[in-house]
């Protein structure tokens, strides 16, 4: 096998045994982007220089014995609303095309300290605004199982770079499924933590309440390994949970007997593609094999999910966005007559359709005489998808379900419905909407050979449960294993 195609866990193994150097392996995957990104178009910016000096740094410091991190030497790559000081994080957007941060994210610096080598900025609908990445104003992103299909967005880009071989692995942000949803599509593990675990601070942000960084990689052993190095309170987020964290790569046993999953009945009803439901029927058997307890459930509520979630979203993005005036950075009219319409004509030029869709959709959400009609009622409804959840909890170790009704369909399939596009987000949005932590894990293919994604859902900073049960299923079936022919 090409370096390149290896897990962190597996390269980290060589570089300690002296089997291959940080150098060699970065190189590997530059050469992989060299070849395949006309392709799969799945960054935005590739650092090779910098990545090749840190790459012999880090190397030396191996060496040395003072690069000790099982992440030292391994080639990732960040979603492009990391902040990274000095290169360009553009968000996929106009907006943004030339902002060079004077800083960088908290979760950038964490993987600097473990030694991990930068290859790159991904791309991601604009402003983490999509399903199918096909918003960015930059390019599409293709998904590297069939270059004429959407690798599901937000994080996009992030999914197919690993799925590619074009990263070890990468970071992506989740708002409603934006991890989750490319991993299934690609055939990749993506983990979307609790809200709280993993710092916000230089992440630009799309709704403030809802919006999660997480790892997606090539097994679930990398997912512990990437979670290890990235959660942690951070003082410079309010919302960053202050509690202790465990070592995650501790979760890592196979074994789920004794453990109860329950499965709602609403989320293999009408909507879903009978390959995907045979899947997760086949999943749920092959956990009942090795001894866990499963049944069915209901939770009614899910299809309050989709309004709650988007009425939440496109209120707060409305109130993060106001931000872009063409005044302190980012994108400035050309022309404009005066300063409102200078905003007019900025905001105009430099947001795309779906992010103008969702700052109208909140702004009217939030307007007076609306706010308790709408925004108001989505809180309430917000308050009882938490309850339903906690009730469920209080019978099962975690849940379990598709991750998306379909596999990845096909590029501008559509584009021209935008609500068909957001019915997509069924089964992911709730998990935001309650802040808890749910994991995807590949669990088949379709009959036209496109990967499926298993969803785990557990209870709030409860990872280690969801790790646990995600690495029992891969080490009794192959579906990890699958990588796909470009």
């Known amino acids: 096998m090409e370096l390149y195609e290896l897990t962190a866990h597996e390269l980290s193994d060589l570089i300690k045994d002296k089997k291959a150097s940080a150098v060699e392996i970065t190189e590997s995957l530059l050469n992989r982007i060299e070849e395949t990104e006309n392709k799969v178009e799945s960054y935005l910016t590739v650092c090779k220089e910098e990545a090749l000096a840190k790459a012999k740094e880090v190397q030396a410091r191996i060496d040395k014995g003072e690069a000790k991190s ?259 950075y980012g994108y400035r009219a050309a022309k404009y007559t005066d300063l409102l319409d200078l905003y007019k004509q900025t905001r105009s030029e430099g947001f795309g359709a779906e992010v103008k869709r969702r700052i109208m959709l909140g702004t009217y959400a939030l307007s007076s005489g609306y706010y308790d009609a709408y925004y108001k009622k989505a809180l309430q409804v917000r308050t009882i998808i938490k309850q339903e959840f906690d009730k469920a909890f209080s019978k099962y170790d975690f849940i379990i379900g598709p991750t998306t009704p379909t596999t990845a369909f096909k590029l501008g399939e559509k584009t021209a419905n935008p609500l068909e596009m957001y019915l997509e987000d069924i089964y992911t949005v709730s998990v935001n909407i309650a802040g808890l932590p749910g994991l995807v894990v590949p669990c088949g293919k379709d009959s036209k050979g496109l990967p499926i994604g298993l969803q785990l859902i557990g209870k709030p900073f409860d990872e280690s449960t969801l790790l646990r049960a995600g690495y029992t299923f891969e080490q009794n079936t192959e579906y990890h294993k699958m990588r796909p022919q470009i």
């Open 70 to 328: 099982p992440l030292a030497g391994i080639p990732m790559a960040l979603k492009d609303n990391m902040c990274t000081e000095g290169i360009a994080t553009t968000c996929g957007s106009k907006m943004l095309e030339n902002f060079i941060p004077p800083y960088s994210a908290t979760v950038v610096k964490k993987l600097a300290e473990e030694d991990a080598i930068l290859l790159g900025k991904l791309n991601m609908d604009e402003f983490a605004m999509g399903g199918s990445n096909e918003n960015s104003y930059f390019k599409k992103t293709k998904n590297p199982w069939d270059l004429e299909r959407v690798p599901g967005g937000s994080s996009g880009g992030s999914a197919a770079s690993v799925a590619s071989g074009q990263a070890v692995f990468s970071l992506g942000s989740d708002t409603g499924g934006s991890i989750r949803q490319p991993a299934a599509f690609c055939g990749v593990v993506g983990m979307k933590p609790t809200y709280g675990t993993v710092s916000r601070f230089g992440l630009v942000a799309f709704a403030s309440s809802l919006d999660q960084i997480g790892p997606l990689t090539k097994d679930v052993t990398d997912c512990a390994l990437v979670l290890n190095a990235i959660t942690g309170h951070d003082k410079m987020d309010s919302t960053s949970a202050d509690i202790q964290y465990p070592d995650y790569t501790k979760a890592l046993l196979n074994d789920v007997k004794g453990m109860k999953i329950g499965y709602p009945k609403e989320y293999l009803g009408k909507g879903i593609s009978e390959d995907v439901k045979k899947a997760v029927l086949d999943a749920i058997d092959t956990y009942k094999s090795l001894g866990a307890e499963c049944e069915e459930f209901s939770l009614p509520i899910t299809e309050y999910a989709i309004p709650a979630y988007y009425l939440i979203a496109c209120a707060e993005a409305s109130s993060n966005l106001a931000r872009y005036d063409g005044i302190k």
